[in-house]
């Protein structure tokens, strides 16, 4: 199993920048895929990209591609999500996910879910 608590999360203003990381405790992390989904009031979870176990590979969905950025550290078994010039269509609950490959982009292909965290882009 895997226990994932999201953190960093808060109000930025749009073209500022902010890391949110989700720690994981269990030793099935550093064999885990892991994504970032995210979901705005009134809207579905969303997909934003996802690593492979070893940090290798990544996958990003064309909204946040180029602007976000995935990484990892199994030594500290923390996931990271680097957000870069956000925009307040950003504006979201942000959710860590663990599951079994980085290729999934929907919500049943991840078995373990953070609490999320809020991220608010206003000026």
């Known amino acids: 199993q895997v226990q994932l608590v999201e953190s960093g999360g808060g109000l930025v203003q749009p073209g500022d920048s902010l890391k949110l990381s989700c720690a994981a405790s269990g030793r099935a992390f550093s064999t885990s895929a892991m994504a970032w989904f995210r979901q705005a009031p009134g809207k579905e979870r969303e997909f934003l990209g996802s690593?492979?176990?070893?940090?290798?590979?990544?996958k990003y969905a064309a909204s946040v591609k180029g602007r976000f950025t995935i990484s990892r550290d199994n030594a500290k078994n923390t996931l990271y999500l680097q957000m870069d010039t956000p925009k307040p269509e950003d504006t979201a609950v942000y959710y860590c996910a663990a599951g079994a490959t980085y290729r999934g982009t929907s919500i049943n292909q991840y078995t373990y879910w953070g609490q999320g965290t809020q991220v608010t882009v206003s000026s």
């Open positions: 690593v492979s176990w070893t940090g290798a590979s990544t």
